[in-house]
């Protein structure tokens, strides 16, 4: 569906919905508890015991590569809660808790609990809660729920929208972390349209007829168009998942985005850049300096919006049409996805 083919609507979240502790929380719980998460990429995995600890929406995560088995576990320790490891990565042959010591196998089976005092512990029930990890084509995903759908069968079109791009033979070249004071739904919006890119983004303005920026709206996903200035379309394909993964795919690489709510009015977005071989470094500085700037426009305008939001002036405004149907998606899944927890 093209962003064309929907007739103008009223925003559907009011502006509480973007400062609120409690509705954070709600959308915490009900949709990245849910949702898969890109956690890491396989080169990070690639040896016995490599590890990526990672926090997603304030939920700490850890994957290990246990003998060639991919493991997730929440990075929380069964005594008392202490970390097993630190954010970031690195290899170990198990987990030993930084507070206390207890130490667990890379299976997450408990194996000692130090200087207890207890022979009557009961190891069985004492493993590590695990949290499910599947990889494709090269990049590692997380998911909390469950019950939630396969990881392919989660991406959907998606995955098909891919096809033709030589992924698994990008390798990771610069990774960077962002923070930013908004919620992450301004951000999230903010990313499903063009109409801003004269006003916020005049270098990427002067490169593409934003007047002609596409965002066509799938099935939990959106794919976005823009013609070049000279007329061509530009190479690539640029895709965007619910509720916060982004993937621009180029003949010789991609830049994968990630981002999730640290609070109600804080944005963590994550960046990974990969390029195929032979890639010139100047071709690589200018690629992650166009997205780091690119990056640093959309944090100031989305940070005003934040506040604003948060004056209490602003009560709720219209979509255009032709402009921001992935707006209105952003927000449609949202509410189908709180709506859905809230359900009995």
């Given at each position: 569906m093209q962003a064309s083919s929907r007739s103008a609507v009223a925003t559907m979240l009011p502006a509480s919905a973007y400062v609120d502790p409690v509705v954070y929380e709600r959308e915490r719980q009900a949709i990245f508890a849910r949702e898969w998460a890109f956690a890491a990429d396989t080169v990070q995995l690639?040896?016995?015991?490599?590890?990526?600890?990672?926090?997603?929406?304030?939920?700490?995560?850890?994957?290990?590569?246990?003998?060639?088995?991919l493991r997730g576990f929440q990075n929380v320790c069964r005594h008392r809660g202490g970390p097993l490891v630190w954010d970031g990565g690195g290899s170990c042959k198990g987990f030993v808790c930084r507070y206390h010591g207890w130490s667990y196998g890379l299976d997450g089976a408990l194996q000692t609990a130090r200087d207890f005092g207890d022979d009557a512990l009961p190891r069985d029930g004492l493993s590590l809660h695990d949290v499910r990890v599947e990889a494709w084509r090269g990049l590692v995903f997380v998911n909390l729920e469950r019950g939630a759908p396969a990881l392919?069968?989660?991406?959907?079109?998606?995955?098909?929208?891919?096809?033709?791009?030589?992924?698994?033979?990008?390798?990771?070249?610069?990774?960077?972390?962002?923070?930013i004071s908004a919620n992450w739904k301004v951000y999230a919006e903010n990313y499903q349209e063009g109409y801003h890119i004269p006003l916020v983004h005049p270098g990427l303005n002067r490169q593409i007829d934003a007047r002609r920026y596409e965002v066509d709206v799938r099935e939990g996903y959106c794919v976005h168009r823009a013609p070049a200035r000279e007329g061509a379309v530009t190479s690539g394909t640029w895709l965007w998942r619910f509720p916060g993964l982004a993937l621009n795919l180029y003949p010789n690489g991609m830049c994968l985005e990630t981002y999730a709510p640290v609070g109600a009015g804080e944005t963590q977005i994550e960046y990974v850049f990969f390029f195929a071989e032979g890639t010139g470094a100047d071709e690589i500085e200018?690629?992650?300096?166009?997205?780091?700037?690119?990056?640093?426009?959309?944090?100031?305008?989305?940070?005003?919006?934040?506040?604003?939001?948060?004056?209490?002036?602003?009560?709720?405004?219209?979509?255009?049409?032709?402009?921001?149907?992935g707006v209105a998606y952003v927000q449609e899944l949202v509410l189908r996805a709180t709506a859905a927890a809230l359900a009995p």
């Open positions: 690639s040896s016995p015991g490599s590890y990526v600890a990672t926090t997603v929406a304030g939920y700490p995560i850890v994957v290990v590569n246990d003998a060639g088995t392919v069968d989660w991406l959907g079109g998606f995955a098909g929208e891919c096809d033709g791009y030589a992924m698994e033979s990008f390798r990771p070249v610069r990774r960077s972390s962002h923070r200018a690629s992650v300096a166009s997205s780091t700037a690119i990056l640093d426009e959309d944090r100031v305008i989305c940070e005003v919006v934040q506040r604003n939001y948060a004056s209490g002036l602003y009560g709720g405004g219209l979509l255009s049409p032709r402009h921001e149907a």
